[in-house]
């Protein structure tokens, strides 16, 4: 069993930087990729980012790459997500997500356990 928590949401102005983190608790966490996630209101849940279980390999959405990175800190059971140059349109309530083995890393569908969501607000 994995819970996980997010913290660091808030209001920012675009063109600023928000570092989003995610606290799991669970043994087995340092075995589990993790994936973030985001809602915006009146849209789906789209895949942001997510990382292997070592930390060797990071995938994004192509609306982000280049602005955001995901990391993770196996020995805090964290996970962050570095957001960079935000713009409006990231304005979204972020999920991280984590399962033993994801189907498909872009996938909601994919990952068992989540997060409550953390909300971001970019103003122009």
């Known amino acids: 069993q994995v819970q996980l928590a997010e913290s660091g949401g808030g209001l920012v102005q675009a063109g600023a930087s928000r570092r989003l983190s995610c606290a799991a608790s669970?043994?087995?966490?340092?075995?589990?990729?993790m994936a973030w996630f985001r809602q915006a209101p009146g849209k789906e849940r789209e895949f942001v980012a997510s990382?292997?279980?070592?930390?060797?390999?990071?995938y994004y959405a192509d609306s982000v790459k280049g602005r955001f990175t995901i990391s993770r800190d196996n020995a805090k059971n964290t996970v962050y997500l570095q957001m960079n140059s935000l713009k409006a349109e990231d304005t979204a309530v972020y999920y991280c997500?984590?399962?033993?083995?994801?189907?498909?890393?872009?996938?909601?569908?994919?990952?068992?356990?989540w997060g409550q969501g953390t909300q971001v607000t970019v103003s122009s």
């Open positions: 990382i292997t279980w070592s930390g060797g390999s990071t």
């Open positions: 669970g043994r087995t966490f340092n075995t589990y990729p």
């Open positions: 997500a984590a399962d033993q083995r994801p189907r498909l890393y872009r996938d909601v569908g994919s990952y068992k356990y």
